[in-house]
């Protein structure tokens, strides 16, 4: 089929083409999902075994280490961390990115079940389930209430949340605050002994006695009557009536053995909003969803729920990231929509005629709106990345179009009709095009099939690219042609356009005349000019090391987050006390709009800490965060007796992981400490190093109790009869639900607190046994110890790690002072160190980067030769790919910008880039050559020839990442990386390939020259 000829000739099917794409690419653009960043799927698994009452080092032997060793052998386990934590134990597998995330989870299910039964008994089931690290709150929603605390919770969990979770894209939500409603039946030890009961008798005798139940049904004649047994007191008072029977047939109420107390469970975390007691519910996405819409859906329906409440309970979104989220994407959009603008504005004053500009500029958006078609079946969303494929591919989109309509107006200045030129000379340079699209698509190649993080986090920008690039290939082979015939006008300039271009052709003449001296000079000095950009390049080499290295660009999105710690035998009063301090001293500060504080145990934290979210007022009324959070570690670096961290939040997650983490594995828990303290000590006056801790906390004292096996035979009881009292004694043991207006409430049975409320009293506590009731310090010694507050462990190892943030330097310029006092550090045999944080995060994915990036250098390199018939010139214009970091390095340190992944995505992008120019001279100059003359005079006409395509294709391109490269607005952070690597290197490979690569050329063909006259003359 003619392509070409019948988008020439027929416009109207053309147009209808051009139409039918657009209206599916709006279509599709409204079906988007919006999100900050690509979902990233790190393959990870979690098993979570609760058993309460349980300190760290029991936790430890009888639960992390069994399932540690029974996932082990799972295939793709890369990674295992342990946490072995009051009550409760953790352990996390890391799977190979490759790795069927969901069928590992069932293999580590099955083996976990496998040794359930080596568990304790009293432990709860093993939960295994993947864990989705993209589950960041994505808006926090306050409550506020003069209700009290319990009757608040039970709102909020029964007539918010629960509506909030049912809403489509919704994935949970977390409730911090408020207190939990309980039943206690407090016990008095003597009534206890008096009535020779125990607590754990005591307690299944109240569950027996306190149950609705069905019986069945009765049917007399047309009628069915429902029996049932309604044994559940409606009040709680009530409980005192109970029946307890205590032997010899002698029945009390259970009111003679314990006092019924409609309680509160023990207060383990405390939330407020901007110093007020509230209720604070943290919304999580799911995976993919348009967190945008989802923001939408959530207030709408929050406006729903409002009037059900009354005056009782004010509901406020006080943190919504899809504010920033919608934001940054549309500043993407708007910063390609001004680059597409600037792009038609350049072209106008290259083209000097409104016709041609506006034959070059149709072809742009219908290429970009086209794009959303494949990105809505591959089910993309709108995010930085993809929107930023969009914004950087516009001027490279122009360059296919510009290509085919300078040689369409070669033709009609030879005189043919419109019709004929726009098809003949479309046709003509139609290899060309296709040349140079292949090279540029060439890069996207290995980023979009690449493995790991950095695979999944660029996918979607390479393929945006490539689906952009595809179809402004088939804009300049159908829409351009078509337009240049019908709208290009005379092939002479008007006057109008002479007068408003005037200045602009005076530039570019200048350019020209340059150019033309100094290609002149570079081809008869052609080692001086190639010595020269050797020493740029060398010299620009040495000035790699000042760059800063880091994953990715740090980012203010307006939160800043504080974290205190204090000793580990610090109680939730003194906590609180702690981050009441902070929040006063925030309260009066003109750049905080509001914060929230969590206080006491949550997930892998205790009582003695808090964390506060401190929201900041709009950018242009403050400090960046960045330099707010270094005056506040100046401010509380003298808190006594509390560690704080303080670290901006970002779209990566930003909470309380450090992004320099170096862990120190091995078998024995002091000696890990003690090489953790001198490593600390060694690195502590580094320049950059912020909140310098570990994970490690010692300085709790344990009270343990040691068996008397034969005391305990004797008097008829077992460990686990002791343990299992001691435990209701002071924990409680749940005797069933309280029902009352459709909420359940524990009953506990447990001792009166006053018995229960120092070390001291527990050795005296009253333990039933078949001969009667005895102290707890007959049965067991009593022994006070120093216990960890939590043990660590990586790859079945114990571990302490060393953690740190970054305050005006990037992680790597910090790690590259940690590593040599790191090498210091005589470690003995059996321990080690390993990297992790955002250093080993780096080195992997850097890695990839890298792989890419070769893949790209020989792919280019192929297609070139292929292209030019010529393995030697190939080479020779693969020289502009390294010497473009002349341009790359200076430009990061001239603009202060770090090295990330970003930057590195530029320069693989680069590779397909840098090396059209060349190809375009040389390809000519071969064309100049093959008619009889010299290759220094071939060169030279090549490059006068072809300086003003380049120069346009330079310039517009250039113009278009300017707005992205200024990074102004929300997510500005993200895009000026790449573009500004972009920009660098695209102005020192359009400058070598005027200058270096001519007498590269000329060297070359006098090298061949010469040993062909060898050959002639032999």
Known sequence: MNLIGNSVRRPVLTTVIMTILVLLGFYSFHQLGMALLPKMDIPVVLVR???????????????????????????????????????????????????????????????????TSDLPDEADEPVVDKMDINAQPFMMVVAKTALPSYQARDIVEDQVAKRLTQIIGMASVDISGGRVREIHLDADPSSLIAHNLSLRRLASLVKASNFNSPSGNITLGGKE?????????????????????????????????????????????????DGRDSILLELIARPNANIVKVSGEVRAELDKIAPTLGKSLELEVVYDSSEFVEKSVRNVIRDMIIGTLLTALFLYLFLR????????????????????????????????????????????????????LENIYRYRELGMDPLTAAEEGTREISLAVLSTTATNLGVFIPIAFMGGIVGQFFNQFALTVVFSTLFSLWGAFTVTPMAAARLGGSVHVSPFAKKVTAWWYWIYRELEVFQEVYVGKAMRHPWVTIGFFGLLFAGSLLL????????????????????????????????????????????????????????????????????????????????SAFAIASDLRKKFAGLPDTNVTINVASGQGGGSRKPVQITISGPDLDVLNGIAVELMEKIRDIPGLADLDTDWKVGRFDLNLIPEDLKLTSMGVTLSDVSDELRGYLSGIKAGVYREQGYEYDILVKLASRWVDSPEAVPLLPMWTPHGFVPVNELAAVVYEPSPTAIYRLDRQRKISVQADVAGRTVGEVFRDITPRMDEIQLPTGYRFIIGGEIQNIQENFRRMVIAFAMAVVLTFLMIAGILESYLFSLAIMLTIPLSVIGVIPTLLLTGTSLSMYGLLGLVMIVGLVVNNAIVIVDYAEVVRKKGHEAAGAMIEACRVRFRPIIMADVTTLIAMIPLALGLGEGGQYRAPLAIVLIGGLLAGGTMALFLIPPVYKVIWDIKNRFQGRDENA
């Open 544 to 623: 790699i090391p000042r760059v800063g290295f880091e994953l990715f660009p740090r980012v203010d999105e307006g939160v800043i987050r504080i974290n205190l710690e204090l000793s580990s035998t610090a109680s939730l009063e003194a906590t609180d006390e702690q981050v009441r301090k902070v929040e006063a001293f925030l309260r009066e500060q003109p750049y905080v709009k509001s914060m929230s504080s969590t206080v006491g145990g949550r997930r892998l934290s205790s009582v003695n800490s808090g964390v506060l979210r401190v929201y900041l007022v709009d950018a242009d009324e403050r400090k």
């Open 49 to 115: 075994v609760p058993y309460k009452g349980a300190g760290p080092m029991e936790i430890e032997r009888l639960i992390v280490q069994p399932v540690e060793d029974a996932i082990a052998s799972v295939e793709g386990v890369k990674e295992i961390n342990g946490y072995a934590l009051e009550g409760m134990g953790f352990v996390v597998a890391i799977l190979e990115y490759e790795v069927d995330v969901t069928q590992a989870t069932l293999d580590i299910s099955t083996r976990v079940k496998a040794i």
């Open 225 to 273: 009557t429902s029996v049932r047994i309604v044994g559940e007191p409606d009040q709680s008072s009530k409980f005192e009536d109970l029946g307890i029977p205590v032997g010899d047939g002698r029945v009390i109420k259970l009111g003679n053995v314990v006092t019924v107390v409609d309680a509160l469970a023990d207060e383990r975390n405390r939330a407020r909003f």
């Open 353 to 404: 005629q409104f016709g041609s500009t506006l034959a070059v500029a149709i072809a742009m958006p219908t290429s970009i709106i086209a794009t959303f078609i494949p990105m809505y079946f591959y089910k993309y969303t709108l995010n930085v990345m993809s929107t930023m494929g969009l914004a950087i591919s516009v001027g490279v989109l122009v360059n296919n179009a510009i290509l085919v």
